[in-house]
């Protein structure tokens, strides 16, 4: 445990957090000890108003609600356990894409003339592209499609390595049994497999995309497709054929017409800077009573960061404020810690309150803190996670994570006989938020959700939309089994908790149980854990274990390990080569058939 800190430290600590006063005394004019809605609903007002701009990771709004937090940790005498002497654990992750100087798309003509194409304005690098200047001959190569086993392959009879390919978007005749083949990372993974220097995407005038480059997608993308990739206007490919001619040929016939560009060449120069995001975790202890047990911790925890503000076509910013999603949870941590904070001496065990940031962009705050803790983490306990606690209907409360102890079952049961809550289980959910970061460490997890609905991620997740009463409910449910850990007279203990195979989202066969560590920056597809009983887990994967390949297909980024798994068999054993403490091994995974997730 870190030294103790007096009160005047913490004092002083709230005097410097930059919080307007008017945005936190309507809470304070009906502030009391207990847990109630009128409070909540004053924690949700803030949190999730149009202030905030929905609290994406490292931007205003989310430093602004960091700073609400650590201001009431202050205020009800929190033990401040970030850096420093401060609540604030930061953390920094790779952010959005930018473009930087010196993009160029060069055309040589066979008579020697030069075409230079203007970034921005007639071409744009893709999303996914590697950074680097190439040159080379042209080839066009239709669709850019590889499919042999449904009877199409655009790059059939044609040498395009060391080539540059020029491709159409979309998918012959806009026939959907393409779709799979049809998506940017598939067709720029089978480009740099034929060994292509980089590809060059146009619309054709018969799809259905308007003619312009794809407009520049900032989102991260923490690891590129290891081919530099553009997107042009069709005047690029108008100036070397009859582009119309050629679709229509292609789409009529279903059969692939490539050829060489004979004396065209061109000149591409990709530069995509990522930026680095800072964000923090907010941290606080409430000191238990007991001599011994309070060197041992039950961590309580929610993101207090949504999704932000997205700009839609028309130019108009939409907000997102994330009031279910998670200003319910963040509000309910509040709660509780100043519950808590009036009454330690209900508690044996010390209490960590940590409000996560960044879990939208991957767990990354959690995944920071069980790698970087600031108490001994073998001295956690039990982790309690709410996120999305404010849509109460019919007093159906998910609680996930109760086979994560044998202890947690007969607690959760006794506990609710005096609330009659409609428990509810949803494995399919065990790994969307926090707890399973500290699950994945052995640390036993407890998990209060009320479900998904029509608002999530949405600009309609406001908070008029949220049941302030249930949540008040849930919480004082909550703080009972809270209490109830803190004073068990030995830690509970752990167990894997079984979990069934989930419905991806993408249209996949099969599964293999691996859970990819979202925030990963390297090449490859790192593993955050693996599902119990899985394939994966027989295989003998496990967490830190990096994917290179697969069925002898190279994988670059989650893209590519999709794409390759959507080529496997079920039940059909396959080749996986992976990185173990930077030594690489192959291991045989039997992917088994996905099925539809009963709810």
């Known amino acids: 445990m870190r030294g103790y800190v007096n009160l005047l430290v913490i004092a002083l600590f709230a005097l410097t957090v930059s919080l307007a006063q008017s945005d936190i005394s309507s809470y304070k004019a009906i502030s009391t000890t207990a ?4 409070e909540l609903k004053e924690h949700v007002l803030y949190l999730a108003s149009d202030e905030l701009e929905g609290r994406g990771a490292g931007a205003k709004g989310s430093k602004l609600a960091s700073e609400y937090i650590a201001s009431l940790f202050a205020d009800w005498k929190l033990l401040p356990m970030g850096e420093n ?5 930061r953390f920094t992750f790779t952010g959005r894409l930018r473009l930087g100087e010196g993009n160029q798309l060069i055309l040589t003509l066979p008579n020697g003339e030069q075409r230079k194409f203007n970034p921005e304005k007639e071409f744009l690098p893709l999303f996914l592209s590697s950074n680097g200047e190439v040159e080379g001959e042209l080839v066009f190569v239709g669709y850019g499609l590889s499919a042999p086993e449904k009877g199409y392959d655009d790059y059939a009879n044609i ?5 540059i390919v020029l491709a159409l978007r979309g998918m012959p005749a806009n026939d959907s049994k393409f779709a799979q083949e049809s998506v940017f990372p598939s067709k720029l993974r089978v480009a740099r497999e034929k060994g292509a220097k980089a590809i060059i995407f146009v619309s054709g005038p018969l799809s259905p995309f308007e003619d312009e480059p794809v407009p520049f997608w900032n989102e991260p993308v923490m690891q590129d497709s290891g081919i530099l990739s553009v997107t042009t206007k069709r005047a690029f490919a108008e100036s070397l054929f009859n ?7 292609i789409d009529e016939t279903r059969k692939p017409f490539s050829f060489a560009l004979s004396g065209t060449k061109v000149r591409i120069k990709v530069n995509l800077q990522r930026e680095r995001i800072e964000d923090a975790n907010v941290i606080g202890l409430i000191e238990g009573s007991d001599p011994k047990l309070k060197k041992e ?3 309580i925890g929610a993101h207090y960061d949504h999704i932000g503000v997205a700009v839609t076509r028309d130019g108009k910013k939409e907000i997102f404020n994330g009031a279910d999603d998670n200003a319910s949870g963040t509000s309910g941590l509040l709660e509780l810690a100043q519950y808590f904070a009036a009454n330690r001496e209900r508690i044996k065990r010390s209490l960590l309150f940590i409000a996560f940031g960044a879990e939208e962009r991957g767990l990354i705050g959690s995944r920071h803190f069980v790698e970087n803790p600031t108490i001994p983490f073998n001295n956690i306990v039990a982790m309690i996670n709410m996120d999305m606690i404010g849509r109460l209907r019919n007093d159906a409360l998910f609680v996930l994570g109760v086979n994560s102890s044998p202890s947690w079952k007969g607690i959760i049961d006794e506990i609710n006989s005096r609330f009659n809550f409609t428990l509810r289980e949803s494995s399919g959910m065990f790994g969307a938020s926090d707890h399973f970061s500290f699950y994945n460490k052995g640390i036993p997890v407890l998990f209060f959700f009320t479900g998904m609905h029509e608002n999530y991620h949405r600009p309609s997740d406001d908070w008029n939309t949220l049941n302030y009463e249930g949540m008040e409910k849930i919480l004082m449910m909550v703080a009972e089994v809270v209490e109830r850990i ?4 030995h830690r509970p203990r752990f167990q894997k908790a079984p979990q069934p195979v989930e419905r991806p989202a993408a249209p996949m066969r099969v599964s293999t149980g691996v859970i990819p560590d979202y925030a990963w920056e390297g090449e490859g597809v790192r593993l955050m854990g693996v599902r119990s009983g899985s394939p994966a887990e027989k295989a003998g994967l496990k967490e830190g274990d990096i994917i290179i390949e697969v069925g002898g297909k190279q994988v ?6 999709m794409d390759a798994l959507s080529k496997t068999e079920p039940n059909k054993p396959i080749d996986f080569v992976i990185l173990r403490n930077n030594q690489k091994m192959k291991v045989t995974v ?3 058939p996905v099925r539809r997730r009963e709810e």
Request: charged letters at 20%; glycine letters at 6%; aromatic letters at 14%.
């Open 35 to 38: 847990i109630t809605s009128a």
């Open 85 to 89: 002497g401060s609540y604030f654990q």
């Open 159 to 163: 040498d395009v390595s060391g080539k």
């Open 243 to 249: 582009l119309e001619a050629v679709q229509k040929q």
């Open 297 to 299: 911790f039950v961590v």
């Open 486 to 489: 803190a004073n068990m007279p």
């Open 556 to 561: 670059r980024n989650l893209y590519d390990y």
């Open 590 to 592: 039997i992917p088994e």
